[in-house]
């Protein structure tokens, strides 16, 4: 199947702090891609679909100030928590749909934030 | 929008039992994957199962999509089978809509 990678896969950091994380499809390209967060014990959440050259699309409720979105390339996603706050440390994780493939999703193995 | 229900919401089983994990749907069901999380947080992929029935080793899922639901059968448990496991539906290149889970410990 298709390999979605996410870096860093943890990260800590301070409160007040930007921190990115990367979403890479390494062997298809994605026009589309979808950020979650999950909180422990939790299920997965959308928080914002990443649109390569327009801008992100985020679901109520979410910051759009606070979680930047840039899809800079068909093979590349980056979400920046900016002022990062203790209430912020969660379970990130992307997923892309190959691009004129199938409706089946991959998803990359996330990113533990946690802030301190 | 959809709502995607799972039961059971825990299940313990000793291992070399059968289960049957359940996912129902208030909708139309357009795709349907199934996923395992594991104690590390990786979404693994399943099940890609808009209707019919497949199976992939001791794993195998049924969707009936005109009653919309679906089941994951995991036949001779083993310890390496516990964590959570999703269900998730969407339509083309949408975003999924995930269940609550159900979480499994199978138990040595």
Same mark, same amino acid.
């Given at each position: 199947?298709?390999?979605?990678?996410?870096?860093?896969?943890?990260?800590?950091?301070?409160?007040?702090?930007?921190?990115?994380?990367?979403?890479?499809?390494?062997?298809?390209?994605?026009?589309?891609?979808?950020?979650?967060?999950?909180?422990?014990?939790?299920?997965?959440?959308?928080?914002?679909?990443?649109?390569?050259?327009?801008?992100?699309?985020?679901?109520?409720?979410?910051?759009k100030d606070k979680f930047l979105i840039n899809h800079a390339s068909l093979t590349l996603s980056t979400l920046t928590v900016t002022s990062a706050h203790p209430e912020d440390s969660s379970f990130y994780i992307c997923s892309a749909p190959p691009s004129g493939g199938t409706d089946t999703q991959y998803f990359g193995p996330g990113t533990r934030l946690t802030v301190l | 929008g959809i709502q995607v229900e799972q039961s059971p919401p825990d299940?313990?089983?000793?291992?070399?039992?059968?289960?049957?994990?359940?996912?129902?749907? =208030?909708?139309?069901?357009?795709?349907?994957?199934?996923?395992?999380?594991?104690?590390?947080?990786?979404?693994?992929?399943?099940?890609?199962?808009?209707?019919?029935?497949?199976?992939?080793?001791?794993? =195998?899922?049924?969707?009936?999509?005109?009653?919309?639901? =679906?089941?994951?059968?995991?036949?001779?448990?083993?310890?390496?089978? =516990?964590?959570?496991?999703?269900?998730?539906?969407?339509?083309?290149?949408?975003?999924?809509?995930?269940?609550?889970?159900?979480?499994?410990?199978?138990?040595?």
């Amino acid at each position: 199947g298709a390999v979605v990678s996410q870096h860093p896969s943890r990260v800590i950091c301070k409160s007040g702090t930007s921190v990115k994380i990367e979403c890479r499809s390494l062997d298809f390209q994605a026009t589309t891609m979808f950020w979650y967060r999950q909180f422990p014990k939790q299920s997965l959440m959308l928080m914002a679909t990443s649109n390569e050259g327009s801008k992100a699309t985020y679901e109520q409720g979410v910051e759009k100030d606070k979680f930047l979105i840039n899809h800079a390339s068909l093979t590349l996603s980056t979400l920046t928590v900016t002022s990062a706050h203790p209430e912020d440390s969660s379970f990130y994780i992307c997923s892309a749909p190959p691009s004129g493939g199938t409706d089946t999703q991959y998803f990359g193995p996330g990113t533990r934030l946690t802030v301190l | 929008g959809i709502q995607v229900e799972q039961s059971p919401p825990d299940l313990i089983l000793q291992e070399g039992a059968n289960s049957t994990l359940r996912c129902n749907f =208030s909708d139309s069901v357009n795709n349907l994957q199934w996923f395992h999380q594991n104690p590390w947080g990786q979404l693994i992929n399943l099940f890609y199962i808009p209707s019919g029935t497949k199976q992939n080793g001791r794993l =195998s899922a049924t969707t009936v999509a005109t009653e919309r639901y =679906s089941l994951l059968y995991i036949s001779s448990s083993q310890t390496t089978d =516990s964590g959570v496991y999703f269900c998730a539906e969407n339509s083309g290149n949408t975003p999924l809509v995930f269940g609550k889970g159900t979480r499994l410990s199978v138990i040595a």
